[in-house]
């Protein structure tokens, strides 16, 4: 027993630099709290008996694979510059489907859109020498990590699922496809909506005719990386939750009742990841919003099907 107690304290040790070096960390924070009680609840399992060095080295390997397709997909990105760079600048034109759409309905309610424009009135520079290399190797990196993020998370579930029961392994696997497909999601959300609200905000914005909008390559794929993975981080929203209620720290009535506060909390959010301007605040809240509630249901059921267990 004292043996698996190793097993899990070890496992859990190493978990969290893991995420951290990915920068998920707010994703599988939850998680963290599952391994803790799992760790309760298995200690009476039966489990081949490894010792540390066993275990930091099953971990290596996980942070090696995880390492290697997160690589993979960078050098595919890198080779692939015209197609990628093509999807990053897209929200500077005009004739971005956001702004073709929100131009179509400004016209429908009769009223003049600032997004009916062929151009924005802004360019994009690149002030060091090493500035667009630089930038093309980053930018490589950061989609390996978009789009390698299922594999990250089978690698996770992999080095945790020796100590789970049969139905704790079928429940993690689909954990993981429900999460990378919420964080899709959200990614898309933040790459069609926040991204271009945000860019069309801020390069037009001009405190005075004397001064142009000249924006520095790395300042404009901050906006556009910050506003597609934090997205993609907020729609995960109802797995936290569900792991959450999973172990006793949130219920339904719980979220029932601090509804307004939530509500604040959502506002505040979409406070920092969007443009300053009331419009762009509200549609990004009512999806929040949604998942909100979406995650009372998600917390309900679960909470149900915890007191059926019990009876």
């Not at 969290?16 to 998920?24: G, H, K, S």
């Not at 809240?285 to 007191?307: D, G, N, R, T, W």
Request: glycine share 4%; aromatic share 16%; charged share 15%.
């Amino acid at each position: 027993m004292n043996n698996k107690k190793t097993v899990w304290e070890t496992k859990q040790f190493f978990l969290l630099p893991i995420i951290a070096n990915y920068e998920l960390f707010f994703i599988f924070a939850p998680l963290n709290l599952l391994l803790k009680e799992i760790n309760k609840l298995t200690m009476g399992a039966s489990q081949d008996e490894m010792s540390f060095l066993d275990h930091l080295e099953a971990l290596r390997w996980h942070l090696i694979r995880s390492t290697i397709a997160v690589l993979i997909v960078g050098v595919v990105a890198f080779i692939c510059k015209d197609f990628i760079f093509q999807i990053i600048f897209a929200p500077k034109n005009g004739d971005f489907f956001t702004y073709r759409m929100f131009c179509k309905i400004g016209h429908f309610f009769g009223f003049e859109s600032d997004f009916c424009t062929e151009q924005l009135p802004f360019t994009i520079q690149s002030r060091t020498m090493a500035g667009q290399f630089s930038a093309h190797i980053w930018t490589s990196i950061w989609a390996g990590v978009i789009i390698a993020f299922p594999y990250v998370l089978y690698e996770v579930w992999k080095f945790i699922s020796p100590a789970l029961y049969e139905n704790e392994r079928k429940l993690a696997r689909g954990f993981i496809l429900i999460a990378s497909l919420l964080f899709f999601i959200g990614v898309l959300f933040g790459y069609y909506l926040i991204t271009p609200l945000s860019v069309n905000f801020l390069g037009s914005y001009s405190v005075s005719p004397e001064v142009k909008n000249q924006i520095d390559i790395d300042s404009y794929i901050s906006v556009v990386r910050s506003s597609v993975i934090s997205c993609g981080i907020v729609f995960e929203l109802p797995i936290i939750i569900y792991f959450l209620t999973k172990l006793g720290v949130v219920t339904p009535d719980f979220m029932r009742k601090y509804r307004r506060h939530a509500l604040i909390v959502v506002l505040i959010i979409a406070a920092i990841i969007t443009p300053p301007d009331v419009a762009s605040q509200i549609i990004v809240s009512i999806p929040i919003m949604l998942l909100y509630e979406i995650s009372i249901f998600i917390s309900a059921y679960v909470l149900k099907k915890e007191q059926n267990k019990v009876i």
